[in-house]
T-cell receptor
Framework: QQQVKQSPQSLIVQKGGISIINCAYE??????FPWYQQFPGKGPALLIA?????SEKKEGRFTISFNKSAKQFSLHIMDSQPGDSATYFC???????????FGQGTELSVKP | ETGVTQSPTHLIKTRGQQVTLRCSSQ?????VSWYQQALGQGPQFIFQ???????GRGNFPPRFSGLQFPNYSSELNVNALELDDSALYLC????????????FGPGTRLLVL
């Protein structure tokens, strides 16, 4: 059962543009939603995370938007740069659950 | 502050063999989780350890086992290796009061021939 669905599978954006990646979850018990960035041959790096008591969280060029009623959340990367080219994973977990459920990943390519 | 480290970086084994992977958690973290990441997929949770005991397990067979040591480092053991075990094995550390906030190591790439 795919508990976290991520789209698109791949994304090409011009330098300076906005990259948007979407995720949907099924389990209403989830209450922690992180995004990870992974470069080839490296482990995932925690980028930004949100809990459902807020609808938006911003850290630098990265913003998470959260829609609890729709059970959806998204990552926006503003002013995308070639160095942002990587695979991005959304994930979900229960508070204190310890088990992260990951989406399938989105391969982002930012063209100069 | 040191991050999560894993060893070895790469490993080649043959079907039926056994393998041990190692992880040192980030300083100040007492909980370790292991994930398997197949090529082109998201990581899949194997299990989590806290105070040297398994504290949650994903949908993996018993031939996947682990240990945690008093210094919070951890091992992942896989017996009777199968071709499908070829993957990137990731270790993540966290604090028990925020187990869901996990920081990953660089992983061990295992190839089973």
């Amino acid at each position: 059962q795919q508990q976290v669905k991520q789209s698109p599978q791949s994304l090409i954006v011009q330098k300076g543009g906005i990259s948007i990646i979407n995720c949907a979850y099924e389990n209403t018990a989830f209450d922690y939603f992180p995004w990870y960035q992974q470069f080839p041959g490296k482990g995932p790096a925690l980028l930004i995370a949100i809990r459902p008591d807020v609808s938006e969280k911003k850290e630098g060029r990265f913003t998470i938007s959260f829609n609890k009623s729709a059970k959806q959340f998204s990552l926006h990367i503003m002013d995308s740069q070639p160095g942002d080219s990587a695979t991005y994973f959304c994930a979900a977990s229960k508070r204190q659950g310890g088990k992260l459920i990951f989406g399938q990943g989105t391969e982002l390519s930012v063209k100069p | 502050e040191t991050g999560v480290t894993q060893s070895p970086t790469h490993l080649i084994k043959t079907r039926g063999q056994q393998v041990t992977l190692r992880c040192s958690s980030q300083s100040g973290h007492n909980t370790v989780s292991w994930y398997q990441q197949a090529l082109g997929q998201g990581p899949q949770f194997i299990f989590q350890y806290y105070r040297e005991e398994e504290n949650g397990r994903g949908n993996f067979p018993p031939r996947f086992s682990g240990l945690q040591f008093p210094n919070y480092s951890s091992e992942l053991n896989v017996n009777a290796l199968e071709l499908d075990d070829s993957a990137l094995y990731l270790c993540a550390s966290s604090q028990i009061l925020e187990r869901e906030t996990q920081y990953f190591g660089p992983g061990t790439r295992l190839l089973v021939l």
